[in-house]
């Protein structure tokens, strides 16, 4: 009895097409090849003079900044002209990140990148000579998932910097008015 089964079993593997019979052996084989694929896939490479990763091809634009500039030089003086504008950049950053509210946003972003777009994207704005050379607000934040409380999050950060920096209240509201309406790109949920 057990070998006619046997015997049956047989056959119906031997009338089975070639592509039919589970080959357990190459479905292992292609998972490994997958994985040394994985392997040799080289890590990005940060840039030895900018220390930035690369992204995507873009045409880089002083509109995609999202604000016009302020005319004349009162906001630039404001913030303490280039040197004050990073030290608020950084300042911002350096609270955005470690804030249990939002830090997991940034985790395994590249944050020199961030560092010197944000910096010329408040210069551009803020009329302290710079251009923006970043991508536009939509496409840099179409993947985060930002609801409106991490945007207020980061607004307390940039408060608090520009605090910091003595910058007057004043001129502290008019950058957030240039801000406010990019809500509309960076928060997607
Ligand atoms: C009006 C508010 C905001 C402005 C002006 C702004 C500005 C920018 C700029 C200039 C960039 C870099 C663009 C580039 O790499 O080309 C960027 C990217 C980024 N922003 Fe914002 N941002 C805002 C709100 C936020 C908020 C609320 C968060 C999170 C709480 C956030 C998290 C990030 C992250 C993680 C990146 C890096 C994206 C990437 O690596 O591709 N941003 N933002």
Redesign the pocket.
């Known amino acids: 009895m057990i070998s006619l089964i046997f015997a049956l079993t047989l056959a119906s593997f031997q009338d089975m097409p070639v592509d039919a019979v589970p080959d357990i052996a190459s479905e292992s084989q292609s998972e490994a090849e997958a994985e040394a694929e994985a392997a040799a896939k080289p890590e990005p490479q940060r840039d030895p003079v900018t220390g930035e990763l690369p992204?995507n091809p873009y045409q880089p634009s002083n509109a995609h900044a999202?604000a016009a500039p302020f005319a004349g030089t009162g906001m630039s003086d404001a913030f303490h002209g280039q040197e004050g504008i990073r030290r608020v950049v950084n300042g911002m950053v350096d609270r955005?990140i470690v804030d249990p509210r939002?830090s997991e946003?940034?985790v395994s972003?590249?944050l020199v990148?961030?560092r010197r777009?944000?910096f010329e994207?408040f210069c551009h704005i803020l009329n302290a000579g710079c251009d923006y050379t970043?991508?536009d607000?939509a496409t840099?934040?179409r993947d985060?998932g930002?609801q409106i409380d991490?945007?207020n999050?980061?607004v307390e950060n940039l408060q608090a910097a520009m605090a910091d920096e003595r910058v007057g209240f004043a001129a502290q509201n008019r950058l957030l008015s240039k801000?406010a309406p990019?809500?509309r790109d960076?928060v997607t949920r």
């Open positions: 992204v999202g955005a939002i946003v940034f972003h590249d990148r961030l777009t944000l994207q970043g991508r607000m840099s934040h985060l930002l991490d945007l999050v980061l801000l990019m809500k960076v």
